[in-house]
């Protein structure tokens, strides 16, 4: 059973460009959540897809949009890149949604943006 | 809002030393609360959970013990080794959305 992946592993981009990142869950797993970690800091929920429907937002704007594909991977895109972008993107996957249910995470894509 | 609090690192023992990293959270309702991994260079790895009032988890010599009167749940291992060295994140998830909220990491650092 293979765990979460995530691609690309590492990505330089510019101000202003536009940036996509992927996904593929844990087989089996239908919920998907992405999280953005700046440097020395915790991770933060951007948010979540269930059976390819949003399900739940963080504080984050409406230039960080994503998608969940019938096969339950899923996508980040950012647009209109700014400098604070610059992280490491966590990608997670859970077996189903709730207070219980535990999420897995991939080992990150890390941005930076010039 | 619902927060973690967690103690400021970083954190430097020695080998074989005991550990305790301190946290507490604010929830409404009853939350899961987690330990979180992260090893240099690498994505977070599940350390141990638990999902109600003094449920204790517990993984590779590690535990927390969830603590609802004093909202804590303090992770503890009795003899830390230097492979133990990474940053250590708690964490919660409300029964109210899925979101997971961590606090900013403990740095550990154990030397030979």
């Known amino acids: 059973e293979t765990g979460v992946t995530q691609s690309p592993t590492h990505l330089i981009k510019t101000r202003g460009q536009q940036v996509t990142l992927r996904c593929s869950s844990q087989?089996?797993?239908?919920?998907v959540s992405w999280y953005q970690q700046a440097l020395g800091q915790g991770p933060q929920f951007i948010f979540q897809y269930y059976r390819e429907e949003e399900n739940g937002r963080g504080n984050f704007p409406p230039r960080f949009s994503g998608l969940q594909f019938p096969n339950y991977s899923s996508e980040l895109n950012v647009n209109a890149l700014e400098l604070d972008d610059s992280a490491l993107y966590l990608c997670?996957?859970?077996?189903?949604?709730?207070?219980?249910?535990?999420?897995?995470f991939g080992p990150g894509t890390r941005l930076l943006v010039l | 809002g619902d927060s973690v609090t967690q103690m400021e690192g970083p954190v430097t023992l020695s080998e074989e030393a005991f550990l305790t990293i301190n946290c507490t959270y604010t929830?409404?309702?009853?939350?899961?609360l987690f330990w979180y991994v992260q090893y240099p260079g690498e994505g977070l790895q599940l350390l141990l959970k638990?999902?109600?009032?003094?449920d204790k988890g517990s993984n590779k010599g590690f535990e927390a013990t969830y603590r609802k009167e004093t909202t804590s749940f303090h992770l503890e291992k009795g003899s830390v080794q230097v492979s133990d060295s990474a940053v250590y994140f708690c964490?919660?998830?409300?029964?109210?959305?899925?979101?997971?909220?961590f606090g900013k990491g403990t740095r550990l650092h154990i030397l030979p």
């Open positions: 929830a409404t309702g009853y939350p899961s």
């Open positions: 964490a919660l998830k409300t029964s109210r959305d899925d979101k997971i909220i």
């Open positions: 997670a996957s859970s077996l189903d949604r709730g207070r219980g249910e535990t999420q897995y």
């Open positions: 087989s089996g797993h239908n919920t």
């Open positions: 638990a999902t109600k009032a003094d």
